[in-house]
């Protein structure tokens, strides 16, 4: 091994969510010998520790020793539970989102995906009604339910992924990231949550801070009213996209104070119950005063946990990296293992499992890939 990358450890020690402390106990050195592991101060790292490492952090040794990959910058993060989150696991979220999107540029040698489809006032329309209304006009959604968001926003060039993370504080976030100058933006979701509703929401908050906010400045130094303004844009912005005020209207209105009516209503809307009474106040269908009362009975009913349907409209799973990345295997392009090591030679070499749990791919596929049809991405060439 000719060098050390102390950068790529400090990323895939904090990818994992520890701190230098619990990484040092672990691999039985100092929390000084670390920290200078990762400032460069100590250069020659024994090869039996960069295997301790490699053992502990889960990324190959290889990893260790590459160059940072310079053409990915990343933007502003919007996380919808900034406020109650430690840092640590924001950071080890953020950190993962980078990774997804050095592969996405990887990807994009190979297959084109579909391209960015947002229109050009982006950020410039503060009304988030306004924004939801335009949006849908723009991708030509009509009034009428969305049948599938994630397929939506998929189809329109954004990137959604699941994380998985220790603590249930973080529900989704979005992130901003620059590749040679063309943006991407990666909408991340909870894999804790299983109900289509509630996911659903989650998209079109996301969406919302897309269209309506900055995406330059720095997330962490805004007060709590400036947070809090920004999600109430995001949700408001969501209501109005996933519930358009024309068609919804006139469907709810039609027996705008029975909680058995907004279930039916959900079945074919997919939004939840409580999203929809909100909606309903928001748009004067409904009082201040009988929304809290409905809001009261559905805490009594337990519905603020769990809501009828929650477990029978099940959400889709994100599919736009995994479909390029089965059109490379099911085309011989690559076996799953001279995808595994392409990846590496192009400066991002990882183990095939955690591969497999960033890209949403079946545990095994790149071990034993069973090929599946492929929907939005279509098979390039590439010169090498």
Not at 192 to 204: L, Y
Request: hydrophobic residues 40%; glycine residues 4%.
């Amino acid at each position: 091994m000719k060098s050390f990358n102390g950068n790529r450890l400090k990323m895939a020690r904090q990818y994992r969510g520890m701190t230098v402390e619990e990484l040092s106990q672990k691999i039985n050195v100092s929390k000084q010998a670390v920290s200078q592991y990762e400032t460069g101060k100590i250069e020659d790292v024994p090869f039996q520790k960069i295997l301790a490492i490699s053992g502990t952090l889960n990324f190959p040794y290889r990893y260790f020793a590459q160059e940072d990959i310079s053409n990915i910058k990343t933007g502003a993060t919007y996380f919808r539970s900034l406020m109650k989150t430690s840092k640590k696991y924001r950071l080890a979220q953020e950190i993962k989102m980078e990774h997804i999107a050095t592969i996405y540029s990887i990807l994009n040698e190979y297959v084109t995906f579909p391209h960015l489809n947002l229109p050009g006032w982006i950020g410039e329309i503060s009304s988030p009604a306004k924004a939801a209304k335009e949006l849908r006009n723009f991708w030509e959604l009509g009034n009428k339910p969305i049948d599938n968001i994630m397929r939506t926003v998929e189809q329109n060039g954004i990137i959604v992924t699941t994380f998985a993370t220790d603590t249930d504080d973080i529900d989704a976030f979005s992130q901003y990231i620059d590749m040679n100058g063309s943006g991407v933006y990666i909408i991340a979701l909870s894999s804790n949550k299983e109900s289509s509703a509630r996911i659903n929401f989650d998209i079109a908050h996301e969406l919302g801070h897309i269209m309506l906010h900055e995406w330059s400045e720095d997330e962490e130094v805004l007060s709590r009213e400036e947070f809090k303004a920004k999600e109430k844009e995001a949700n408001e912005f969501a209501a109005a996209f996933l519930l358009p005020e024309k068609s919804f209207a006139q469907e709810v209105s039609l027996d705008p104070q029975k909680l058995d009516y907004y279930v039916q209503l959900k079945r074919r809307w997919k939004v939840s119950v409580a999203a929809m009474l909100y909606r309903s106040c928001s748009l004067g269908i409904i009082t201040q005063g009988q929304y809290q009362y409905l809001m009261r009975v559905m805490q009594n009913k337990g519905w603020r946990k769990s809501e009828p349907l929650d477990n029978t409209i099940k959400a889709a799973n994100p599919s736009l990296l995994s479909d390029a990345v089965d059109l490379l295997l099911v085309n011989n392009v690559f076996t799953p293992k001279e995808f595994v090591d392409e990846l590496g030679d192009m400066g991002l070499a990882m183990n095939p499992d955690e591969l497999e749990i960033l890209l949403n791919l079946k545990k095994g596929t790149l071990s034993a890939h069973n090929a599946e049809p492929f929907k939005m991405v279509i098979l390039k060439s590439k010169k090498k």
